[in-house]
């Protein structure tokens, strides 16, 4: 973080996507909303919580300066799927082992992404709550409210490693199911359901200025998503049916 100061007030500037959290993307997608013809002062705004009046009201070099700061958000963040992350002091597990989570976990798993298509990071910390825990640490143990709320501070790249690994499972559980008919629905299912989130962000793309910060957040994520497209195309492909 950059310490710099504004209007003879103390602020932090992320210089990079590690330094960003969760609730500073979430902020961005909802200031960009509201401000969908000024996205560097909702980048700004969220990213560093200067007041979106008096970055109207300062002088465009101080404003420039400031994003070159905030380059990176021109550079996609390459997630790396990972089931594990350290936060406050305390190291958070989710199982790797697919095969012995529930069907329902599953199921909670693809429910909160399709609910949040349209923003899929609004799912995220609720997500993590419930499958990331600490070692011996089971659901009943825990407030899931209170550990969303904590979780909006993860870092941006814990939490796109986690959603990575999340969407990875949604394919590795399939390579368990046997039954011919449940295959041929579910392909039929997850494929509508990969199509719908990739078309929606492409629309939401569309239209959006060259330097639109929630250009690059839609970018990125479907860039992964149509990777896994193809990775689960390829499954379905190979995998033996009978006719």
Not at 22 to 38: K, S
Not at 71 to 94: A, K, M, R
Not at 182 to 207: C, D, W, Y
């Amino acid at each position: 973080m950059k310490e710099i100061e504004f209007n003879n007030k103390p602020y932090r500037i992320p210089e990079a996507w590690n330094e960003v959290t969760l609730r500073m993307v979430i902020d961005l997608n909802n200031i960009a909303e509201v401000l969908p013809d000024a996205p560097v002062i909702a980048l700004i705004n969220a990213y560093a919580g200067i007041p979106v009046q008096e970055l109207k009201a300062s002088n465009i070099s101080v404003v420039q300066d400031i994003i070159k700061i905030m380059d990176f958000v021109n550079t996609d963040y390459e997630c790396v799927p990972s089931n594990e992350f350290s936060f406050n002091g305390s190291l958070y597990l989710c199982s790797p082992d697919i095969v012995n989570q529930s069907f329902g976990d599953y199921l909670a798993i693809q429910n909160c992404l399709y609910a949040n298509k349209d923003n899929p990071v609004y799912g995220l910390p609720r997500m993590i709550a419930i499958y990331c825990k600490k070692e011996n640490e089971t659901l009943d143990d825990i407030d899931v409210k209170a550990r969303t709320e904590m979780f909006m501070d993860l870092p941006f790249t814990d939490a796109k490693n986690l959603e990575g690994f999340f969407l990875y499972n949604l394919i590795a559980w399939n390579q368990h199911i046997q039954l011919s008919s449940t295959i041929k629905e579910l392909e039929k299912l997850t494929q509508q359901r990969f199509n719908e989130l990739i078309n929606t962000m492409k629309l939401s793309a569309q239209g959006r200025g060259w330097y639109s910060p929630m250009k690059y957040v839609i970018m990125i994520y479907r860039k992964y998503l149509l990777y896994l497209k193809r990775q689960l195309e390829k499954y379905y492909s190979s995998s033996p049916i009978e006719p």
